[in-house]
């Protein structure tokens, strides 16, 4: 599981209790050295090992993992994007965050053989997203691409191209901001990727969850394939991830 956005006062701690609770054995919560939001990874399977991202940027957003599942050593990252920020700073960590992900993204995919796994918060939306929203710049579309010039998939675009959902709402219009990107060669085997709007509908946050489910051989992923909107470009074990904001 990827947890974007979570606060590093008690709400932060209850929720880790709560996760360890509810069997989560293994649980990555980096400590922001200043009062920040940060990113959690949590397994209640196999063990999260901690390796570095490469990130240097606000690093307790985008913590790394590697996971052992039946031989095959998968990689997760979970990321957690700034927002734009306030008037006198906008954008200013946004684009930090942003620079330093995809500098650190080739070094971090090539120390995994086997998938790598990108899920969280982006705060951006793909290219050709419906609605059109012109809020978002031409770098933030580039950080979009970015993940597919370093060799990864969308893996909701891999299963459905040409689907329309979001998973944040503003008082007009949805956005497509939180994302799951799969290593091209592996997205084959996706599964499934969706939203689930129930977290959201119940009020425990307010976006929707995501959950990737990858599998051994060939899956609804399709290989070398791009859709209009997004990208999509091959061979392990069942495994289930939800990144949730």
């Given at each position: 599981?990827?947890?974007?956005?979570?606060?590093?006062?008690?709400?932060?701690?209850?929720?880790?209790?709560?996760?360890?609770?509810?069997?989560?054995?293994?649980?990555?919560?980096?400590?922001?050295?200043?009062?920040?939001?940060?990113?959690?990874?949590?397994?209640?399977?196999?063990?999260?090992?901690?390796?570095?991202?490469?990130?240097?940027?606000?690093?307790?957003?985008?913590?790394?993992?590697?996971?052992?599942?039946?031989?095959?050593?998968?990689g997760l990252l979970g990321l957690y994007v700034p927002?734009?920020?306030?008037?006198?700073?906008?954008?200013?960590?946004?684009?930090?965050?942003?620079?330093?992900?995809?500098?650190?993204?080739?070094?971090?995919?090539?120390?995994?053989?086997?998938?790598?796994?990108?899920?969280?918060?982006?705060?951006?939306?793909?290219?050709?997203h419906v609605p059109h929203l012109p809020v978002f710049?031409?770098?933030?579309?580039?950080?979009?691409?970015?993940?597919?010039?370093?060799?990864?998939?969308?893996?909701?675009?891999?299963?459905?191209?040409?689907?329309?959902?979001?998973?944040?709402?503003?008082?007009?219009?949805?956005?497509?901001?939180?994302?799951?990107?799969?290593?091209?060669?592996?997205?084959?085997?996706?599964?499934?990727?969706?939203?689930?709007?129930?977290?959201?509908?119940?009020?425990?946050?307010?976006?929707?969850?995501?959950?990737?489910?990858?599998?051994?051989?060939?899956?609804?992923?399709?290989?070398?394939?791009?859709?209009?909107?997004?990208?999509?470009?091959?061979?392990?074990?069942?495994?289930?991830?939800?990144?949730?904001?």
């Amino acid at each position: 599981m990827v947890i974007t956005e979570v606060g590093a006062g008690p709400g932060g701690l209850a929720l880790i209790g709560a996760l360890r609770g509810h069997g989560y054995g293994a649980v990555l919560c980096p400590e922001p050295a200043a009062p920040d939001y940060r990113t959690i990874l949590a397994s209640r399977g196999p063990d999260l090992t901690a390796v570095p991202s490469g990130i240097d940027v606000l690093p307790h957003r985008a913590p790394a993992a590697a996971l052992d599942l039946g031989g095959h050593v998968i990689g997760l990252l979970g990321l957690y994007v700034p927002s734009r920020g306030q008037r006198q700073r906008r954008n200013a960590s946004k684009r930090a965050f942003q620079q330093s992900v995809t500098r650190a993204l080739p070094g971090f995919l090539v120390r995994f053989s086997g998938p790598v796994v990108v899920a969280g918060d982006l705060n951006v939306v793909e290219p050709g997203h419906v609605p059109h929203l012109p809020v978002f710049g031409a770098w933030e579309y580039d950080f979009y691409r970015s993940f597919l010039d370093a060799g990864m998939a969308d893996a909701f675009r891999a299963v459905q191209p040409d689907a329309v959902d979001h998973s944040w709402f503003g008082r007009s219009n949805g956005y497509r901001i939180d994302h799951v990107f799969v290593t091209g060669r592996h997205v084959s085997q996706v599964r499934d990727c969706r939203y689930l709007h129930a977290p959201r509908h119940r009020e425990l946050t307010d976006h929707a969850a995501m959950t990737l489910t990858l599998g051994p051989g060939a899956g609804r992923g399709r290989p070398g394939s791009v859709s209009r909107r997004g990208g999509a470009v091959e061979e392990g074990p069942q495994a289930a991830f939800e990144p949730l904001a």
